[in-house]
């Protein structure tokens, strides 16, 4: 299996006042080129902070996170930037799409920006919206927008897909059509994609399960295959 990044060691301290919260202590992530892993853990573990440091959005404390063969836990923001730009693409549990853009202009927003980009329709397509490509965020319902947000996280082809709670806001049948939506980007596109979520039936569709606890990868979970998202439910 070919390493696509890798995270020793990570601690993350929050300090307030003289108030020290430590939300990773020595957390340790290999994710391999082409799989789906879910990173399972109750909120306050530090499932998000470490998505957030391997995705170039905050830094460790200490320890090291390597893209290929690229150290980025000296990079500066600049760097960061450069690294999340061009390589990663985020999904959050709330879609933050443009109001008054349509569906297939909010992708093209990446687009415009990316080095080798799929079209923003081929983008939808992939996550069967093709035909809402031009409605506007306020005439498609909740699971509709967060797959408009994977058509706009995966339009410049990142080589990783990092989606945080991607369907925290969503009802048990929404919530499936948008890992329907993920589970094909993977399968399709072969993006190295990793899934935080506290919703332990999510775990049955990746290739790994990362348990997170207290601030550290606590166990690790391989499945024999992969549950395709339409056979579960919660």
Not at 2 to 15: E, G, H, M, S
Not at 32 to 59: A, C, F, H
Not at 152 to 176: F, H, M, N, V, Y
Request: net charge negative; hydrophobic share 40%.
């Amino acid at each position: 299996m070919i390493t696509t990044l890798t995270a020793r060691d990570l601690t993350k301290i929050y300090r307030t006042g003289e108030v020290e919260v430590h939300a990773l202590r020595g957390a340790n992530l290999d994710l391999y080129e082409g799989e789906l892993v879910v990173i399972l853990g109750p909120s306050g573990s530090g499932k998000s902070t470490l998505l957030n440091i391997i995705g170039g959005l905050d830094t460790a404390t200490s320890g090291t996170v390597r893209f290929r063969d690229h150290e980025l836990t000296s990079a500066d923001e600049s760097a960061l930037t450069r690294f999340r730009r061009d390589h990663v693409g985020f999904v959050f549990q709330f879609y933050n799409l443009i109001p008054s853009l349509t569906a297939q202009e909010n992708v093209a927003l990446v687009t415009e920006i990316a080095q080798h980009p799929l079209d923003p329709l081929d983008a939808l397509r992939l996550v069967n919206l093709g035909e809402r490509a031009n409605h506007f965020p306020a005439q498609l319902s909740g699971g509709e927008q967060q797959r408009v947000a994977i058509a706009r996280a995966i339009a410049k082809q990142p080589e990783i897909l990092l989606c945080d709670e991607p369907t925290g806001a969503l009802d048990s049948e929404t919530g499936i059509l948008v890992l329907e939506a993920i589970d094909q980007v993977n399968r399709e596109l072969g993006t190295t994609t990793a899934v935080i979520t506290h919703n332990t039936v999510i775990g049955s569709m990746a290739d790994r399960v990362l348990h997170i606890a207290d601030g550290a990868v606590a166990g690790i979970e391989d499945n024999v295959e992969r549950r395709a998202p339409a056979e579960m439910a919660w």
